[in-house]
């Protein structure tokens, strides 16, 4: 035995992995900075349908004047798209194209197949990171995001938007498997929780919102937010989850469904999720017992649970689940022609049996995870990290998987 196993054994040195050597230094600072960077880029062109495809409410049409949308869309066939007069917030596809009333569910099917690219993206790139890098996938995403996003400025009509828009969320579900592993993979393991709560989707949601009132036209907020991915792409250059996602994106979708402004409703829902993730990430970093058991933190601790070879391989199937929400959630609340309460009632459901679920959901993951967390000793331990014993876990990092 050497004299380092020796003293680890007896207790006299704590056991090293390379976690130990990633500090809070200034390339670390980078590669956050290039995260938001990104993060508002995905979450922006994520979230462009919320105004590019917010319906208009009719008003009249000639000398005709409805009192609510209904019963403008009962009429409508007897107006002329030329003599439709409308009431808008945001100058969308749908009022350009003339997507009215029925026609409103083609662009949310637009929306569904946008969302599904995004899946198939995530599901790819987690295979592809793993086997050449974060960087140059990363990089090469972010890319045709900005490309295509400008492409969908030129589109004439719905068919041609979709195509551009679908291919463009392949990217986009690419790169935002891989970005959040990135920044994890570049920050000390004690600035985890915190950093990974302040530069998050909930920040970015508010910073849409002021966007969008400032560009009220879809071929605009297109430009500008395909522009914000820019910086990020420089920064790359120099540098060398179903239930959440179901609900958040199904109340994202349908903005323009609650009463008031489409922007300050974005900009308060926004707020709300950013002072959560700074309540949390203060708490974990104050409170020991607070540990990961809050469900906001999911994207954490699936990086700090997979191996490292599987990480992005691993982080991406539990996007592809994510992506399944987010290709319906423009359809729910067309659910509430049946019965006004079923879209509501829907969204409670799910979010209650994740509430219920979750600690079974972790105690499988455990087991599944099992061959690559066993207990090691001797130069294991001391090479990569793994613990002597089960309770190192909690004393040690914080993070015990039955915990959860």
Not at 223 to 246: E, G, R
Not at 350 to 355: E, G, K, R, S, Y
């Amino acid at each position: 035995m050497c004299k380092t196993e020796l003293a680890v054994k007896e207790g006299l040195l704590t056991p090293k992995h390379m976690d130990d050597f990633v500090v809070l230094g200034k390339y670390s600072i980078l590669v956050c900075i290039m995260t938001e960077i990104a993060m508002l880029s995905q979450l922006s062109n994520t979230m462009y349908m919320v105004y590019a495809g917010a319906a208009p409410t009719i008003k009249g049409c000639g000398n005709l004047t409805f009192s609510s949308q209904e019963e403008g869309c009962a009429n409508i066939h007897l107006c002329g798209s030329s003599e439709i007069n409308v009431h808008r917030q945001f100058y969308s596809i749908n009022e350009e194209w003339v997507l009215y009333c029925e026609d409103d569910a083609l662009v949310r099917r637009s929306t569904s197949m946008q969302m599904f690219g995004v899946m198939l993206g995530s599901l790819s790139m987690g295979q592809i990171s793993d086997s050449f890098g974060r960087k140059w996938p990363s990089f090469i995403s972010l890319l045709m995001m900005t490309l295509l996003g400008f492409a969908s400025y030129f589109c004439n009509d719905l068919t041609q938007f979709t195509i551009i828009r679908t291919i463009q969320g392949v990217f986009l579900g690419a790169q935002s498997t891989v970005s959040v592993v990135y920044m994890v993979e570049n920050i000390p393991k004690k600035s985890r929780m915190w950093i990974s709560t302040t530069i998050s989707y909930s920040p970015n949601v508010l910073l849409l919102g002021v966007i969008a009132y400032f560009f009220q036209e879809w071929r605009t907020l297109a430009s500008v937010v395909s522009a914000l991915t820019i910086p990020a792409l420089v920064l790359i250059l120099s540098l060398n989850h179903f239930a959440c996602v179901t609900v958040n994106y199904a109340n994202m979708f349908n903005l323009g469904s609650l009463s008031g402004s489409i922007y300050l409703n974005s900009i308060l829902i926004g707020s709300f999720r950013y002072i959560t993730n700074l309540i949390c990430g203060l708490l974990d970093l104050k409170l020991i017992w607070f540990g990961r058991k809050v469900v906001i933190v999911d994207s954490v601790a699936a990086n700090e649970l997979f191996p490292t070879s599987v990480r992005t391989l691993c982080y991406s199937f539990v996007q592809l689940f994510s992506r399944f929400g987010i290709i319906i959630a423009p359809y729910i609340f067309t659910w509430a022609e049946t019965w006004y309460l079923l879209p509501y009632v829907f969204l409670l459901t799910i979010a209650v049996l994740d509430l219920i679920l979750f600690p079974y959901n972790c105690s499988i993951a455990n087991l599944l995870l099992q061959p690559y967390s066993g207990i090691a000793s001797g130069i294991e331990a001391q090479t990569y990290g793994k613990p002597h014993h089960p309770k190192e876990y909690e004393y040690r990092d914080r993070i015990q998987i039955n915990y959860y």
